[in-house]
């Protein structure tokens, strides 16, 4: 690859001093050469700040302050990003080694793309292997009535796409992903790429899994945009559809089963009931 897009990763922060020095590391350690990083912590009180300073020479901008959470913290890192292609990395997750320059081979190699996300794999709090979770490609119709199967650390774009569709919805502050995600498929292809891209945390204190109900409040919220006035029993069976859907599917591209860029080749395999 000739040349290098610029890349704009935002790592929103709160008292994750336990993780977010690896999460930093999955990134500078990349060594890719047109590299922003910008970390937004909300004012910690643990170890974050003094090991944000440790790296502060690599990074583009970092602050440490109150903020109103996740959301409010993404906006103004992506307000200052000055990339073409933006993401971002929450502060408990993990990058690949090779993420960043696949990324950008994606984006060199396909110039009218958008969006692209990759697979992942899940972790737990001590960065032990759970299952791997690897995705088919976009549909509207098993992510409206199944759930958002997309991996957020997974996921890059165009900046251009960002701002053409008002960056992040502060009205959500659980589901701003998923959110942003079927925004960005009203205008544009979501592209798969079947490539290893991030680690996810898995674990009790996960902010998605610690409020899971007011998580799928907001999940229910932004459906209806898309769901209509549809009756219950229309709902239920649409789910159902989906659900059998996305297992078949899965099944059918090998998802279920260990690929060879897998990066926990050898492991167990995930169970095709959990889709």
Same mark, same amino acid.
């Given at each position: 690859?000739?040349?290098?897009?610029?890349?704009?990763?935002?790592?929103?922060?709160?008292?994750?001093?336990?993780?977010?020095?690896?999460?930093?590391?999955?990134?500078?350690?990349?060594?890719?050469?047109?590299? &922003?990083?910008?970390?937004?912590?909300?004012?910690?009180?643990?170890?974050?700040?003094?090991?944000? =300073?440790?790296? #502060?020479?690599?990074? #583009?901008?970092?602050?440490? =302050?109150?903020?109103?959470?996740?959301?409010? #913290?993404?906006?103004?890192?992506?307000?200052?990003?000055?990339? &073409?292609?933006?993401?971002?990395?929450?502060?408990?997750?993990?990058? =690949?080694?090779?993420?960043?320059?696949?990324?950008?081979?994606?984006?060199?190699?396909?110039?009218?793309?958008?969006?692209?996300?990759?697979?992942?794999?899940?972790?737990?709090?001590?960065?032990?292997?759970?299952?791997?979770?690897? =995705?088919?490609?976009?549909?509207?119709?098993?992510?409206?009535?199944?759930?958002?199967?997309?991996?957020?650390?997974?996921?890059?774009? %165009?900046?251009?796409?960002?701002?053409?569709?008002?960056?992040?919805?502060?009205?959500?502050?659980?589901?701003?992903?998923?959110?942003?995600?079927?925004?960005?498929?009203?205008?544009?292809?979501?592209?798969?790429?079947?490539?290893?891209?991030?680690?996810?945390?898995?674990?009790?204190?996960?902010?998605?899994?610690?409020? %899971?109900? &007011?998580?799928?409040?907001?999940?229910?919220?932004?459906?209806?945009?898309?769901?209509?006035?549809?009756?219950?029993?229309?709902?239920?069976?649409?789910?159902?559809?989906?659900?059998?859907?996305?297992?078949?599917?899965?099944?059918?591209?090998?998802?279920?089963?260990?690929?060879?860029?897998?990066?926990?080749?050898?492991?167990?395999?995930?169970?095709?009931?959990?889709?």
């Amino acid at each position: 690859m000739d040349t290098f897009p610029h890349i704009s990763i935002v790592i929103p922060s709160f008292n994750q001093g336990r993780f977010i020095e690896a999460t930093l590391r999955s990134l500078l350690d990349q060594g890719y050469p047109n590299l &922003e990083v910008l970390v937004i912590d909300g004012g910690s009180t643990d170890s974050t700040v003094e090991i944000v =300073e440790r790296y #502060a020479d690599r990074l #583009a901008y970092w602050v440490s =302050e109150p903020d109103e959470g996740q959301t409010h #913290a993404l906006i103004k890192g992506f307000d200052r990003a000055t990339g &073409e292609i933006g993401g971002w990395l929450c502060s408990d997750d993990l990058h =690949e080694p090779w993420t960043l320059r696949e990324v950008a081979q994606f984006f060199t190699a396909h110039s009218q793309a958008q969006v692209v996300y990759g697979d992942s794999s899940w972790i737990d709090i001590d960065g032990r292997p759970i299952r791997p979770k690897r =995705e088919h490609a976009f549909s509207r119709f098993i992510w409206t009535y199944d759930y958002n199967f997309i991996p957020q650390p997974s996921t890059f774009w %165009r900046m251009s796409l960002y701002r053409q569709v008002g960056g992040l919805d502060k009205a959500f502050d659980l589901a701003m992903d998923a959110d942003l995600w079927i925004r960005f498929a009203d205008v544009t292809r979501l592209h798969h790429v079947r490539r290893y891209w991030s680690r996810m945390r898995f674990y009790p204190q996960q902010k998605n899994q610690a409020r %899971r109900a &007011e998580s799928n409040a907001e999940d229910r919220i932004m459906r209806r945009r898309y769901s209509g006035d549809a009756s219950l029993y229309s709902l239920r069976a649409r789910k159902v559809i989906a659900k059998g859907t996305r297992i078949a599917w899965k099944l059918a591209t090998g998802c279920y089963w260990w690929g060879r860029d897998n990066p926990f080749a050898g492991q167990r395999d995930e169970d095709p009931t959990r889709p």
